[in-house]
């Protein structure tokens, strides 16, 4: 299982919360947290709590986006070179994804200046944009590897024998 904290922007457009709090999430990367980025046509973005890795993905259709997060984290953590056995087992303990509320301030804060330079960068293919965001300096990560790209290979490297 997995928790999706997501803005209430978001959750009003996907029914709302559905995690109780006592759940926790059963994946490596933990707890995810999403957004609307307005658009032509709307986006989501997930930013991951442990390592701040960006997914981006199109909203619509809204009520099979959790189904296509797996898809799209499977996919941006092969862009980055990771090992398709930690990826294999990631997403398969992705299933199922629960909504809650936003819990970490610090994380809404990256989600907000990952939205910003979205619009700046002005780049419409989405795994090439998640690539960029992903190699941004993030301040909560100044003390450990900087980059949410460096975070996310220094966390799997940890977590493989």
């Not at 997060?69 to 980055?80: I, P, V």
């Not at 002005?122 to 450990?144: F, N, Q």
Request: proline share 7%; aromatic share 4%.
């Amino acid at each position: 299982m997995v928790i999706v904290r997501g803005t209430r922007r978001l959750l009003d457009r996907l029914g709302g919360p559905s995690a109780t709090e006592d759940e926790t999430s059963t994946t490596v990367l933990g707890d995810w947290y999403a957004t609307l980025l307005r658009r032509r046509s709307p986006v989501a973005l997930f930013v991951n709590e442990a390592t701040l890795l960006p997914v981006l993905i199109r909203l619509a259709p809204a009520r099979t986006l959790a189904q296509r997060f797996r898809t799209a984290t499977a996919e941006t953590l092969a862009a980055h070179g990771i090992d398709p056995t930690f990826i294999d087992t990631e997403t398969s303990r992705m299933s199922p994804v629960a909504l809650a509320p936003t819990a970490n301030r610090s994380v809404v804060g990256i989600m907000n200046e990952f939205t910003f330079l979205a619009d700046h960068h002005g780049i419409e293919d989405l795994a090439e944009l998640g690539m960029v965001l992903a190699r941004t300096p993030c301040s909560p990560l100044y003390k450990r590897h900087v980059s949410p790209d460096r975070e996310l290979h220094a966390l799997v490297d940890q977590r493989t024998p």
